[in-house]
């Protein structure tokens, strides 16, 4: 089963130290990360920065959309008010299917704020405070996370993995194969 794990930390530049942590843990096979995005809002800036960490995701990563999807209800929405009400509850209601609630991304909203920065993992087979201790050295973290069931892990593998490029001996309308 996999984990989406949430990390906040006190710094704009805390969830970029700790990528890196995860990407030695996962060379060393200590957790297999699926995929693996930071937000950060540095001090003075008026909204957050997204960063797909595509070095750090494996096999079976799922597309910019969901990040963007998830990012965008969690910071854009809020930004923009009432006008998007009724399209940020049909988002919730999607998010909800793939286990992000409006608790989670009420918590997440509350957390990252100017100053701060988050690392969102989706693995599988991690022990979290192997993961933690290994942020021994840096900033401590707190811990946001929600186990995702079979059901919603394959509901977002189906929505969001991105479909494998045909090879072009595969391509249809090639004559081969």
């Known amino acids: 089963m996999d984990t989406l794990t949430i ?8 969830a970029d130290r700790a990528a890196e942590t995860v990407r030695s843990l996962a060379k060393n ?3 297999s990360v699926h995929d693996a995005a930071t937000v950060s809002w540095p001090e003075g800036a008026s909204k957050p920065k997204l960063r797909q960490l595509r070095n750090l995701a494996g096999r079976g990563a799922l597309s910019g959309a969901f990040w963007g999807l998830l990012f965008g209800l969690i910071f854009l929405v809020p930004l923009l008010g009432a006008a998007l009400g ?8 999607l998010t909800a299917d793939y286990g992000i609630d409006d608790d ?6 509350g ?5 701060t920065s988050a690392l969102f993992l989706l693995t599988s087979g991690a022990v979290i405070e192997k993961v933690r201790g290994a942020f021994g050295g840096q900033e401590a973290p707190e811990l946001i996370f929600t186990n995702l069931t079979p059901e919603q892990e394959s509901a977002l593998r ?3 993995v991105p479909e494998p490029e045909l090879e072009a001996a595969d391509a249809p309308g090639t004559g081969t194969k």
Not at 7 to 14: K, L, N, P, V, Y
Not at 86 to 93: L, N, T
Not at 104 to 109: G, N, T
Request: glycine fraction near 16%; avoid cysteine; charge should be neutral.
């Open 7 to 14: 990390w906040t930390f006190r710094s704009a530049e805390g």
């Open 158 to 160: 189906e929505s969001f």
């Open 111 to 115: 957390e990252v704020t100017e100053g």
């Open 29 to 31: 096979q200590l957790v």
């Open 104 to 109: 989670l991304i009420k918590k997440i909203r």
């Open 86 to 93: 009724a399209a940020a509850g049909a988002f919730g209601g």
